[in-house]
């Protein structure tokens, strides 16, 4: 039995239909800044230096960087904390940046400013490439893992369906990092496992739920099967990603700098990924030819075997 007004049920089989195919666009842009800009690689991967220092008093990122300009190669990123009175430094791996480990002492003297040394690192690029690596396996692994998870769980086209889902959050995410040159480090990649399981756990709510009315509607119409699984858990996705967007928000302007880009990276993880859960997943398997009546088709077909 149809819960919905006709009406209101082919608007929402129109808006899931359109909102595919706005994915699909979203998910080109974002691998066409990948191909064509990069990843932005910080200091984690890239290997270098990390010279982190305060001063008395607050200056602006133009001045502080035209002062750093006469001590420090072209290739170095100028980040601040606390209203312009801790600064940090990055320096890539290369023969003129090891000057790094005495230049702070040389631009205390002649700037003018009154500099606290506060913390100075060396990762060097073959670190920096395990690290590229063993993350790429993290990544790896976990994809794998949910592909066994979710071929045994669900039928192919529900299962498609999370799977396109889930490419598609990463992708959106990764496009953003490429479009606008963030640093991409070892906690966006932390962030990226963690939208994974999210994205995974609202895919896996609503096409257990399209199984589940499959299993026990006489519904013929697979547009109302769908579209009744979104109603019955669209409340509980939007209090769940609602909260836990409060939760990142807090993050991203209390936490500071150093984990400014996690909780962009996750921000808009948790934001793509609700609207995956309806636009994808639940619409994918809807594309690749999924029947209303495929459960009973399924259970006739094992009552008949000898």
């Known amino acids: 039995m149809n819960n919905l007004p006709f009406k209101q049920t082919e608007t929402l089989s129109k808006f899931r239909v359109v909102s595919f195919y706005c ?3 979203f998910v080109l842009f974002s691998l066409l800044g990948l191909f064509n800009n990069g990843l932005n690689f910080g200091l984690d991967f890239t290997g270098g230096y990390l010279t982190e220092f305060s001063i008395e008093k607050p200056i602006t990122q133009n001045k502080m960087e035209t ?8 290739s170095f990123q100028l980040s601040s904390a606390e209203n312009g009175t801790h600064w940090s430094v990055q320096q890539a791996d290369d023969d003129i940046s090891l000057k790094g480990k005495t230049w702070l002492t040389d631009f205390s003297e002649k700037s003018g400013l009154t500099i606290t040394p506060q913390d100075a690192i060396y990762i060097g690029s073959q670190v ?3 690290l590229i690596n063993q993350g790429g ?5 976990s994809v794998i893992v949910i592909l066994l998870y979710l071929s045994l769980r669900f039928e192919w086209r529900l299962a498609a369906g999370s799977v396109i889902a ?17 640093s991409f480090d070892l906690t966006i990649l932390a962030s990226l496992l963690a939208i994974i399981g999210y994205s995974l756990n609202d895919s896996i709510i609503v096409g257990d739920k399209i199984r589940e009315i499959m299993k026990r509607n006489k ?6 099967i769908i579209n009744l699984a979104i109603k019955a858990t669209i409340v509980r996705t939007l209090i769940t990603s609602g909260t836990t ?8 302007f209390f936490a500071g700098e150093s984990l400014a880009g996690f909780s962009i990276a996750l921000f808009f993880g948790v934001l793509v990924g609700t609207f ?8 994918a398997p809807q594309l690749l030819g999924l029947t209303a009546d495929y459960y009973q088709r399924k259970e006739d077909e094992v009552c008949q075997l000898p």
């Open 276 to 283: 995956s859960s309806i636009a994808i997943s639940a619409t």
């Open 23 to 25: 994915a699909a666009a």
């Open 128 to 130: 920096g490439e395990e």
């Open 137 to 141: 396996l993290a990544l790896l692994a």
């Open 245 to 252: 967007l409060a939760t990142i928000l807090s993050i991203w």
């Open 166 to 182: 889930l490419f598609h959050d990463v992708s959106i995410v990764l496009g953003i990092f490429a479009w606008f040159d963030l």
């Open 67 to 74: 002062l750093l300009t006469s001590y420090l190669p072209d």
């Open 219 to 224: 519904e013929t119409n697979i547009d109302s």
